[in-house]
């Protein structure tokens, strides 16, 4: 799979992810024990796993959108996949300590989320870093 075909695919994943979130049947409601947010609005666990909330939605829906629009070009597609890669796998770590794993209390990021931000990053980092590089040739 090309560069292009990843930011275009990841797009197209996270756009519809993102409506999910939306759509009142397919969350489930949070946990007695779960962090409180300041933004409580829409906040539930997409699929039974995946905490949610309205600004997790239009996130997965702007990050969504970059892939769709990323997939124009090489550059382009590229540099969406690299992004990807740092601002999941930071996202990854910070849903692993309790003070940050809300974002400051606006984006719930903890339990599921944090391995799938992780295996996120890696494969936005497999096609930022090592798909579509020239490869050296013998002389």
């Keep these: 799979m090309s560069v292009r075909y990843f ?3 990841a797009g197209l994943i ?17 946990h007695a024990s779960d962090p409180a947010l300041a ?25 969504g959108f970059w892939g ?11 540099t969406f996949s ?3 890669a740092i601002i999941y796998g930071l996202l ?4 692993l300590f309790p003070v940050l794993n809300t974002t400051f209390g606006l984006v719930p990021i903890f ?15 497999y096609f930022g870093w090592l798909v579509g590089v020239p490869r050296p040739t013998r002389a």
């Design 7 to 9: 930011a275009m695919a």
């Design 111 to 125: 339990s599921h989320d944090v391995w799938l931000h992780a295996l996120t990053a890696l494969v936005a980092a």
């Design 14 to 30: 996270y756009v519809l992810v993102g409506v999910l979130g939306f759509v009142p049947g397919v969350k489930t409601t949070p």
């Design 68 to 78: 769709m629009a990323a997939y124009a070009t090489f550059e382009a597609s590229r």
């Design 39 to 63: 933004v409580h609005q829409g906040y539930g666990y997409l699929l039974g796993l995946f905490p949610v909330n309205v600004l997790h939605n239009l996130v997965h829906l702007a990050i």
């Design 92 to 95: 990854a770590v910070m849903g």
């Design 82 to 84: 690299r992004g990807l």
